[in-house]
Nanobody
């Protein structure tokens, strides 16, 4: 069973940066699209960024130019570099791995952007 473990969340001031990491227990990056989702209180979970097996990336319009998704296949880790953070980025961020109907989720990490 694949497990995804996120880390790197925390409290940051507006304009600051954080880097989230997602470590997988197995080798799934070569076969799964990896993504970062977020869910703010009272809102639906939404896709933030994704990266395919070949490295093609996709971003939500709200984070384009500020967030960068990347992965290290050798370390079975996917990252989300978040720069120029805004209060509206506050949410629980979840790592996701998907291939067809098979989907894996991490437990989530809280990101709070506040002065």
């Amino acid at each position: 069973q694949v497990q995804l473990v996120e880390s790197g969340g925390g409290l940051v001031q507006p304009g600051g940066s954080l880097r989230l990491s997602c470590a997988a227990s197995g080798d799934i990056f070569s076969r799964h699209v990896m993504g970062w989702y977020r869910q703010a209180p009272g809102k639906q979970r939404e896709l933030v960024a994704s990266i395919t097996t070949s490295g093609t990336t996709n971003y939500a319009n709200s984070v384009k130019g500020r967030f960068t998704i990347s992965k290290n296949n050798a370390k079975n880790t996917v990252y989300l570099q978040m720069d120029s953070l805004k209060p509206e980025d506050t949410a629980v961020y979840y790592c996701n791995g998907a291939r067809g109907i098979t989907v894996y989720w991490g437990q989530g990490t809280q990101v709070t952007v506040s002065s």
